[in-house]
């Protein structure tokens, strides 16, 4: 008896642990990287800072920005380095759409 409720148990665990594992995630999402990366510079609502010449996240130039023309800007280029280092490509995308849930 004591066994089948440990097996039923062990089951019970195995089956919660497969249906919560595909959904967590160990990435950080863009509202993380965003502050802890960006929010420095362009502020906590991505106005920008003029004095620092840190530019409009939510400005309209920056909204008629593609995506990909966003994610280059954060992740830099040959002739432009990252202004932040250490970013992946997917670290860059998360931020562009955390950025464009600013911009509505």
């Not at 959904?23 to 502020?43: P, Q």
């Not at 432009?80 to 931020?95: E, N, T």
Request: hydrophobic share 45%; with cysteine.
């Amino acid at each position: 008896m004591k066994t089948t409720k440990l097996v039923m148990l062990v089951m019970m665990i195995a089956v919660a642990m497969f249906i919560l594992i595909p959904n967590l995630s160990w990435a950080e999402d863009g509202a993380t990287l965003y502050k802890a990366k960006c929010a420095a510079c362009h502020g906590a609502d991505a106005a920008g800072k003029p004095a620092m010449k840190a530019p409009s996240l939510i400005s309209d130039e920056s909204k008629k920005k593609s995506d990909g023309d966003l994610a280059t800007a954060i992740t830099g280029t040959a002739k432009h380095p990252a202004p932040v280092k250490g970013l992946s490509a997917d670290d860059a995308k998360a931020i562009v759409t955390y950025i464009r849930t600013l911009q509505k």
